[in-house]
């Protein structure tokens, strides 16, 4: 059973970048159609869907936070990671990174027990 | 405002069977299939249900899933204490090119 692994700091300043990155073992992360995915949750709120890589670092944004977005893959580390730039206290939550099932289907089937970041001077 | 439409919450008795509503789009549900997850606090997100009424291997077959259109309906049977969490419906909208979530549902068992 594959394993996910968030990990960076959990204190960032606004306007400055929050880097995250997720280690998978377990299971190679170049499987096939998978796509590798990072999710948050604000404190006492839902699940919102940031973004998704595959294997061959072909990507897929949310709209509203595309233009401050980077994910990307290192396949010889088995991790990929998240950069979010010009943060505020708006994007305090819980970070999960998630593996991804091809569509139709896109379950997440595995994931990480998540990472809280708090965006505060 | 979420993407996919569940209720805020739900309750029922333990031993008694309880649905959970999951609407959305053509874009959405309506092309691809939805999963559900639970999610007890301080945990992280499980599937419960995937390729809209298919249970992963260890959920039990008390839980079971349906669609219909752009709808999707979880259903919870033989209720327990235990089942009190919030559920989640997910899905992949090909329109806008993201994944979705519902808002999610609190489920508390009376």
């Known amino acids: 059973q594959v394993q996910l692994q968030e990990s960076g700091p959990g204190l960032v300043k606004p306007s400055q970048t929050l880097s995250l990155t997720c280690t998978v073992s377990g299971g190679s992360i170049n499987g096939g159609d998978i796509h590798w995915s990072w999710i948050r949750q604000p404190a006492g709120k839902g699940l919102e869907w940031i973004g998704r890589?595959?294997?061959?670092?072909?990507?897929n944004y949310n709209p509203s936070l595309r233009s401050r977005l980077t994910i990307s893959i290192d396949t010889s580390k088995d991790q990929f990671s998240l950069r979010l730039n010009s943060v505020t206290a708006a994007d305090t939550a819980v970070y999960y990174c998630a593996r991804m099932h091809p569509l139709p289907g896109g379950t997440f089937d595995s994931w990480g027990r998540g990472t809280l970041v708090t965006v505060s001077s | 405002q979420s993407v996919l439409t569940q209720p805020p919450s739900v309750s029922a008795a333990p031993g008694q069977k309880v649905t959970i509503s999951c609407s959305g789009s053509s874009s959405n549900i309506g092309r691809n299939h939805v999963s559900w997850y639970q999610q007890v606090p301080g945990a992280a997100p499980k599937v419960l249900i995937y390729d809209n009424d298919k249970r992963p291997l260890g959920i039990p077959d008390r839980f079971s899933g349906s669609k219909s259109g752009t709808s999707v309906t979880l259903g919870i049977s033989g209720l327990q204490t235990g089942d009190e969490a919030d559920y989640y419906c997910g899905t992949w909208d090909s329109g806008l090119i993201t994944g979705v979530f519902g808002g999610g549902t609190k489920l508390t068992v009376l």
């Open positions: 890589i595959n294997p061959s670092g072909s990507t």
